[in-house]
Every structure is written in C-alpha cells, then in structure tokens.
C-alpha cells in the first residue's frame, strides 16, 4: 500500500496498516485503521500531517480513546495516535511541562512525588493530557483548562504554533483545538506546592468516589451525553426510565445512567442504537435532545 510505504521511509516512529482500533478505545469496539501512526517526535507529526494534507488523505487524532466511539468498519486514512512515544514529564518551579501523549495518572505520580499540588481533581480520567486539554476534561468542578498555561500545538498543515490559555478557547468540555482541527504536542501545567501526603490523600478520595459511583468494571467511555444547562443527562436519563436498558452487550449502566457499558462484545453500531434511543426516551419526556460527549469516530449509520 502506497501510504504506509511512503510514511515508513519518512517517519521514525510506528507506521502500520490495518490495525484493530478496539484495543486503542475505553469502549473496547471499532475496527481498523486503515494506517496507523504513533509519531516519535514532534518532527514525525509535523511530516505526516504535512502527507496526509498534500494528498488529501484524512487524518484523524487519538489520544487515549476513553471518549470515542470508532465505528466498526474503522477509520479510513491515517490515524495518527499520541501515546506513550510523546509523553515525555519535566517538572519545573511552579509547572508541569508534558508531551500531548502523557497520561493524566503518570502526570498526576510526577507531580505528588515532586509536591506539585493543583491537578488532583483529574485523578480517575483515563486521558492522555492532549485529548484531556482538547476536551477541557474536568471532574469536581474544575477543569483542565483551569491549569493550563500554554501549549504547543501543530496546525492542519503541519506548522507548529505556540497558544496562550485564552487563545485556547476553553469551555465545557470543549476547546478550540476541535474548530481547529489543532494538535496538541505539549502542554504546561500550573501548579503550586502542596505534600505528596496530602496530594496522595486527596487522590485517593477521589479515586474512591469514582469507583462507587461508575461501573468501572465495564469497558466504557465515561459520560457518554452532555448535561444539558442546569441539569444532569445522568438525572434524566434515570427519569426516562432508559437505566438497564440493553442492546446486545451495550447496556445503559444501571449504578451511572450516563455511562454505556459494554458487557462483554458490544459492537459500536449496538452501542449507536442505544444512545439513539436514550434520546429518543428522554425526549419524549423532557422535550430535551442529549448531546454527545463522546466524539463519533468513522462512518456512523443514521440510527433508528
Ligand atoms: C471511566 C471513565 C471516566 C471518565 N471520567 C471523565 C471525567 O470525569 N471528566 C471528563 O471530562 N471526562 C471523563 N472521561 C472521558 C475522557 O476520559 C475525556 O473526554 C478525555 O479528555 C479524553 O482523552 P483521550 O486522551 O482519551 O482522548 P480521545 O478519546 O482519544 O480523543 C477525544 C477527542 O480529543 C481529540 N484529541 C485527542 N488527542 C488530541 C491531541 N493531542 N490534540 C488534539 N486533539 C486531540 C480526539 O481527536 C477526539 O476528538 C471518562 C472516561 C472514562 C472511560
């Protein structure tokens, strides 16, 4: 195949084609990417997105894949994954400088034995930190965006940029970066001194929460709709009466109703079905449509 004999001569990193995407999601579903890339550097993402624009071959960015719902005919083009190839942690007087490919538990580590304190509201998201700042990821009120400096970011060119916090256009569970179609390299972190004791403490209660309130022992994408304004989808999802419901191994998640579990071998189209009728249910009774949170990856049938 052409793409994947081109890349391997220019980039120094993993060029493979035709790999399952299902180990590379939360969810567990997807099929393949036509080629997948993981950059070994800067310099690797820069080429391939410089590749795949003068072809006109689409691209398509993952970081962690704990918010994405990859169709199970795959991703065609280039798939270009941040992972543990850029995720590089230098800690600084008062920062936390980290590679796009880092994940938000190793940065949290880092940062409790070097006395960074500020970021353990994260603990229990199973991001990559660029995925984590693309979405403006949060939990406990506050979110990322509340601790990022700058960044680094490389344009749908290839043209490597450097965003202040406000030219990074935060909101809920949004950013800039997906207007865009930015992608984050590296990011600085605020954070101020605080003991590793108590950062430990505070992580650990977090972490605690999270496992009584979310199915954690399901594959999963965490909160799969939007709160609407002054509500939350989980509220009304548990009003529509959608909690349990199933569509073979997809299930609406009966400790979280905002969570879509997958039992054992959901497909994605499964998993499609039931989000569409969870807001076909809620509709019906609130007049509310939910939104996604999670980003739909490939080619998605219109569901009825
Ligand atoms: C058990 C569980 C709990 C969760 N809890 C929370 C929570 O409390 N709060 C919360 O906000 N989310 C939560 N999530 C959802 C998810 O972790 C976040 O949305 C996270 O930000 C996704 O990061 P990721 O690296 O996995 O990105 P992916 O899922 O791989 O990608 C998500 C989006 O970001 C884009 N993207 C990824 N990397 C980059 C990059 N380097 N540059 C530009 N764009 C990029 C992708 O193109 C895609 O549009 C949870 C998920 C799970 C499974």
């Known amino acids: 195949m052409a793409i994947l004999r081109d890349l391997l001569t220019r980039l120094s990193g993993r060029v493979e084609s035709n790999v399952s995407l299902r180990e590379y999601t939360t969810w567990r ?10 950059p070994a550097g800067i310099g690797d993402l820069c080429l391939v997105v410089e590749y795949a624009r003068e072809r006109d071959i689409p691209l398509t960015v993952i970081g962690n894949g704990s918010n ?10 280039i798939v270009v994954k941040l992972g543990p190839r850029m995720s590089r942690i230098v800690i600084g ?7 796009a490919g880092a994940r938000l538990a190793g940065i949290l580590t880092a940062a409790r034995d070097a006395g960074c304190g500020g970021l353990e509201f994260l603990a229990g998201i199973p991001a990559s930190v660029g995925g984590a700042v693309a979405m403006n990821a949060g939990a406990n ?3 990322i965006g509340d601790r990022v400096l700058e960044a680094t970011v490389v344009d749908l060119n290839g043209k490597v940029h450097f965003k202040t916090h406000d030219e990074l256009g935060f909101g809920y569970r949004t950013s800039a970066l997906h207007d865009e179609a930015a992608i984050v390299v590296s990011v600085k972190l605020g954070c101020f001194p605080k003991s590793a004791a108590a950062i430990r403490a505070e992580v650990e209660q977090h972490l605690a ?3 009584q309130t979310q199915p954690l022992e399901y594959p999963s994408a965490g909160s799969v709709f939007r709160n609407p304004p002054g509500e939350t989808a989980g509220r009304l ?6 909690k349990g419901l199933r569509i073979g191994d997809a299930e609406v998640s009966r400790k979280h109703a905002n969570f879509i579990v997958n039992l054992g071998a959901a497909k994605s189209r499964e998993i499609r079905q039931l989000m569409f009728q969870v807001q076909r249910l809620v509709s019906e009774q609130t007049g509310i449509w939910l939104e996604p949170e999670v980003k739909l990856l490939g080619r998605h049938e219109a569901t009825e």
Do not use: N, T, W, Y
């Open 29 to 38: 579903v997807g099929g393949p990417a036509e080629v997948l890339v993981e």
């Open 68 to 77: 994405l719902l990859i169709s199970d005919e795959g991703i065609g083009g």
């Open 93 to 99: 007087e008062g920062f936390i400088q980290v590679e």
């Open 141 to 143: 009120g506050l979110s």
């Open 209 to 211: 929460r999270r496992k």
């Open 237 to 242: 999802i548990e009003l529509a009466g959608a």
